[in-house]
């Protein structure tokens, strides 16, 4: 079973038990806890906000609807998390029914061209923000999971229903197709441009 | 136990996101304090990590995640309670698969039954002094040749002692035999045999999609 990094696990298992027998206020607080982590991953798999929010509805309407079926195989987040990446990825392949979603939707960002010295913070977040939409689908929601929500392996693995070596080999692919793509971010010193190494730690 | 540099390159990642297991995170610590390219390598992925936070979610906070669920709760449908009674796992199975062993013989049953009838049916055809055989020689005249009648009278007495019928019976019973009973029978062991096959392929269908 995959270790639950909640810091209020009794509580949780309180809004569970009320929220299975029907109560949907104590679903609203589950929600809420788990808001930023529905509509983050929504956010960077589509790069919409709006939509993010609209999809983490969605995903949080069908979890109430599924949660009959939760039998606490495993935990609340990686359960509600195969919700949400599903119903994201289901999304992103109506909207490209062409492209598979282990082909890129967005073309490369502008890596090579990009003036390292004078990089402005909003430049930098654009230029992240292309290059992880520019991966391959699958390899970038392992690629959220990991860097931005901060799941194990394991969680991973559970919530995306793939075996561990997969999780490993897909992170690998993302993290090698953005260090070439993000080159002149990882080349810069980290002091200069604004001191974005500040404002990193701040959004986590 | 001896690594080598490129088993350690590999597990850097794992090392990178706090996967390994003590032991080995052990190893990658004394060997990234001895080995510039990979630490040259951590230091790659760790920038890259940080740099990816750069790009963060636009307006999300604390209200903003309170007003959703607030939103969420009054877009929620109606479920019923779930009862915490849960049913014992082979009640989930017995039922179905009760159900499966009883359409299985009776399905079996009208196929045999269909079979019965056709098969008094082709007995019946070869009884001498009935209407259907008459009928058959009225469209094969050839069937009245000698010969023939001694063959049909054969396949006749060895049709009938398969079935444990009499072949003496009388001609007006036979004509009822075959000019109403039987197609009656095997009329309805078809539609029968029909209408369990499809029972038993919705069955599985609706099996595959619960499982």
Request: proline content about 6%.
């Given at each position: 079973?995959?270790?639950?990094?909640?810091?209020?696990?009794?509580?949780?298992?309180?809004?569970?038990?009320?929220?299975?027998?029907?109560?949907?206020?104590?679903?609203?607080?589950?929600?809420?806890?788990?808001?930023?982590?529905?509509?983050?991953?929504?956010?960077?798999?589509?790069?919409?906000?709006?939509?993010?929010?609209?999809?983490?509805?969605?995903?949080?309407?069908?979890?109430?609807?599924?949660?009959?079926?939760?039998?606490?195989?495993?935990?609340?987040?990686?359960?509600?998390?195969?919700i949400?990446t599903?119903?994201?990825?289901?999304y992103?392949?109506?909207?490209?029914?062409?492209?598979?979603?282990?082909?890129?939707?967005?073309?490369?960002?502008?890596?090579?061209?990009?003036?390292?010295?004078?990089?402005?913070?909003e430049?930098m977040?654009?230029?992240?923000?292309?290059?992880?939409?520019?991966?391959?689908?699958?390899c970038?929601?392992?690629?959220?999971?990991?860097?931005?929500?901060?799941?194990?392996?394991?969680?991973?693995?559970?919530?995306?229903?793939?075996?561990?070596?997969?999780?490993?080999?897909?992170?690998?692919?993302?993290?090698?197709?953005?260090?070439?793509?993000?080159?002149?971010?990882l080349?810069?010193?980290?002091?200069?441009?604004?001191?974005?190494?500040?404002?990193?730690?701040?959004?986590? | 136990?001896q690594v080598?540099?490129?088993?350690?390159?590999?597990?850097?990642?794992?090392?990178?996101?706090?996967?390994?297991?003590?032991?080995?995170?052990?190893?990658?610590?004394?060997?990234?304090?001895?080995?510039?390219?990979?630490?040259?390598?951590?230091?790659?992925?760790?920038?890259?990590?940080?740099?990816?936070?750069?790009?963060?979610?636009?307006?999300?906070?604390?209200?903003?995640?309170?007003?959703?669920?607030?939103?969420?709760?009054?877009?929620?449908?109606?479920?019923?309670?779930?009862?915490?009674?849960?049913?014992?796992s082979?009640?989930?199975?017995?039922?179905?698969?009760?159900?499966?062993?009883?359409?299985?013989?009776?399905?079996?049953?009208?196929?045999?039954?269909?079979?019965?009838?056709?098969?008094?049916?082709?007995?019946?055809?070869?009884?001498?002094?009935?209407?259907?055989?008459?009928?058959?020689?009225?469209?094969?005249?050839?069937?009245?040749?000698?010969?023939?009648?001694?063959?049909?009278?054969?396949?006749?007495?060895?049709?009938?002692?398969?079935?444990?019928?009499?072949?003496?019976?009388?001609?007006?019973?036979?004509?009822?035999?075959?000019?109403?009973?039987?197609?009656t029978?095997?009329?309805?062991?078809?539609?029968?045999?029909?209408?369990?096959?499809?029972?038993?392929?919705?069955?599985?269908?609706?099996?595959?999609?619960?499982?």
């Amino acid at each position: 079973m995959a270790q639950d990094t909640h810091p209020d696990p009794n509580g949780e298992a309180i809004l569970l038990a009320r929220s299975r027998a029907g109560d949907k206020e104590a679903f609203g607080m589950l929600a809420q806890r788990y808001c930023s982590f529905a509509v983050g991953v929504a956010y960077r798999m589509t790069g919409n906000s709006q939509l993010a929010e609209d999809l983490a509805q969605e995903a949080f309407i069908k979890a109430w609807r599924k949660l009959p079926q939760f039998r606490g195989d495993c935990s609340f987040r990686v359960w509600l998390g195969r919700i949400v990446t599903n119903t994201t990825l289901d999304y992103l392949r109506r909207q490209n029914p062409e492209q598979p979603l282990d082909e890129t939707l967005l073309p490369a960002g502008p890596a090579e061209d990009a003036p390292l010295r004078h990089l402005e913070r909003e430049e930098m977040r654009q230029l992240v923000r292309q290059a992880v939409l520019s991966l391959p689908a699958q390899c970038r929601v392992a690629l959220i999971l990991r860097e931005y929500e901060g799941l194990s392996y394991r969680e991973i693995a559970e919530t995306l229903d793939i075996p561990m070596g997969t999780v490993m080999s897909r992170l690998h692919y993302a993290r090698q197709l953005l260090r070439e793509r993000l080159a002149p971010l990882l080349e810069l010193p980290e002091h200069s441009a604004g001191g974005w190494r500040e404002d990193a730690s701040d959004a986590r | 136990m001896q690594v080598t540099h490129d088993e350690l390159v590999s597990l850097l990642a794992a090392f990178a996101d706090g996967e390994l297991e003590p032991r080995r995170r052990m190893l990658m610590e004394e060997h990234v304090r001895q080995c510039a390219e990979c630490a040259r390598r951590l230091e790659e992925l760790r920038r890259l990590s940080r740099a990816l936070h750069i790009w963060e979610v636009p307006g999300a906070t604390a209200e903003r995640a309170r007003a959703l669920s607030s939103a969420l709760v009054q877009m929620l449908p109606h479920r019923p309670a779930v009862s915490h009674f849960r049913r014992p796992s082979w009640i989930t199975w017995a039922f179905p698969a009760g159900l499966v062993v009883w359409g299985a013989l009776v399905e079996a049953a009208a196929v045999l039954t269909m079979a019965f009838g056709l098969a008094v049916m082709a007995a019946g055809l070869f009884a001498p002094a009935n209407a259907w055989l008459s009928w058959l020689a009225g469209i094969f005249p050839s069937l009245n040749a000698p010969g023939w009648l001694e063959t049909i009278q054969g396949l006749r007495d060895l049709g009938c002692q398969v079935l444990g019928i009499s072949s003496t019976l009388p001609a007006s019973l036979w004509d009822w035999l075959m000019s109403f009973l039987m197609p009656t029978i095997v009329f309805v062991s078809l539609l029968a045999v029909v209408c369990l096959g499809m029972w038993g392929w919705f069955g599985v269908q609706m099996a595959r999609r619960q499982l």
